[in-house]
């Protein structure tokens, strides 16, 4: 598979997810650390991609997603931003609210299509 069709997939499949270095429980660098804890704060699951691991995706995502730098979180297929405004809306509160009303809305999905 390409990478931007592996990218696109993973981002359809999830409706959150955060692209990073290292993973939730071992980040590997100081923002994606911070935007990690945010998330983790936020009381809902999320997917997450190690790029450290994934050397392709590293590469081709800033190009794809017109954003330099990681982390990246993605929810519902929208790119939301790195770390600096992941902190500016958790500290507002945005972004709990944001993520909990996903989580919500698909575990609603989950449920109907049973």
């Given at each position: 598979m390409e990478t931007i069709e592996k990218i696109k997939q993973q981002i359809s499949?999830?409706?959150?997810i955060l692209y990073m270095k290292g993973s939730p429980k071992l980040p590997s660098c100081g923002f994606s650390s911070q935007a990690a804890q945010a998330m983790m704060s936020c009381g809902e699951p999320f997917a997450y991609v190690d790029i450290l691991q994934n050397p392709d995706i590293r590469a081709e995502l800033p190009a794809y997603a017109?954003?330099?730098?990681?982390?990246q979180l993605w929810v519902e297929g929208e790119l939301v931003g790195g770390c600096d405004i992941l902190m500016e809306m958790f500290q507002r509160g945005e972004l709990q609210t944001l993520i909990k009303e996903t989580a919500s809305k698909y575990k609603d999905e989950e449920a109907n299509a049973e």
């Amino acid at each position: 598979m390409e990478t931007i069709e592996k990218i696109k997939q993973q981002i359809s499949e999830n409706p959150i997810i955060l692209y990073m270095k290292g993973s939730p429980k071992l980040p590997s660098c100081g923002f994606s650390s911070q935007a990690a804890q945010a998330m983790m704060s936020c009381g809902e699951p999320f997917a997450y991609v190690d790029i450290l691991q994934n050397p392709d995706i590293r590469a081709e995502l800033p190009a794809y997603a017109n954003w330099p730098t990681f982390p990246q979180l993605w929810v519902e297929g929208e790119l939301v931003g790195g770390c600096d405004i992941l902190m500016e809306m958790f500290q507002r509160g945005e972004l709990q609210t944001l993520i909990k009303e996903t989580a919500s809305k698909y575990k609603d999905e989950e449920a109907n299509a049973e």
